[in-house]
T-cell receptor, first 111, second 114 residues
């Protein structure tokens, strides 16, 4: 059973477009992280959100944690080819403090 | 300077062989991990060590045996390799053992069992 669902699984768009990827669950998380993984590399942390409703911005990337702490979204404005990669969310379950990972969203930004 | 380094980067071997993957971190972190990423890019934790002590041991075949000679090293030995073991294996480290602590990953070892 996949506790953390990411959508879409794959997204290919043109440079300059906006996009949103989602990380959803029926479970409550005490915190949630977003990582980006480039081909041939390991994941690199982008942000950690801990408070329901929290919004964090990292240049053109906006991260939001749901009010109920069951979901999160990543919005990219004016996407650039350098944003290409696999975006992974990982959440710490409030029930047992276990870290679980989503299956990732593969994002391709075409010049 | 490489923070988390693992070797080899690529490993092709035959079924039934025994192989090891080495990992070293120079960040001074207390906690180290081994992850497996399958062909669908799903990342799953296998083991976690904190100061050389095993703290997470997920359901993996006992053919996989981690060894931590000191807190900067965590090696993974795999016996009797099977086709299904083909995947990318990532070593990672974090400053603390708390699961929401930022993890720093190595570049991965792509294991192909033929």
């Amino acid at each position: 059973t996949q506790l953390l669902e990411q959508s879409p699984q794959f997204l290919s768009i043109q440079e300059g477009e906006n996009l949103t990827v989602y990380c959803n669950s029926s479970s409550v998380f005490s915190s949630l992280q977003w990582y980006r993984q480039e081909p041939g590399e390991g994941p690199v942390l982008l942000v950690t959100v801990v408070t329901g409703g929290e919004v964090k911005k990292l240049k053109r990337l906006t991260f939001q944690f749901g009010d109920a702490r069951k979901d999160s979204s990543l919005h990219i404005t004016a996407a650039q080819p350098g944003d290409t990669g696999l975006y992974l969310c990982a959440g710490v379950l409030e029930s047992n403090y276990q870290l679980i990972w989503g299956a990732g969203t593969k994002l391709i930004i075409k010049p | 300077d490489t923070a988390v380094s693992q070797t080899p980067k690529y490993l092709v071997t035959q079924m039934g062989n025994d192989k090891s993957i080495k990992c070293e971190q120079n960040l001074g972190h207390d906690t180290m991990y081994w992850y497996k990423q399958d062909s669908k890019k799903f990342l799953k934790i296998m083991f976690s060590y904190n100061n050389k002590e095993l703290i997470i041991n997920e359901t993996v075949p006992n053919r996989f045996s981690p060894k931590s000679p000191d807190k900067a090293h965590l090696n993974l030995h795999i016996n009797s390799l099977e086709l299904g073991d083909s995947a990318v294996y990532f070593c990672a480290s974090s400053l603390y053992r708390a699961p929401n602590t930022e993890a720093f990953f190595g570049q991965g070892t792509r294991l192909t069992v033929v």
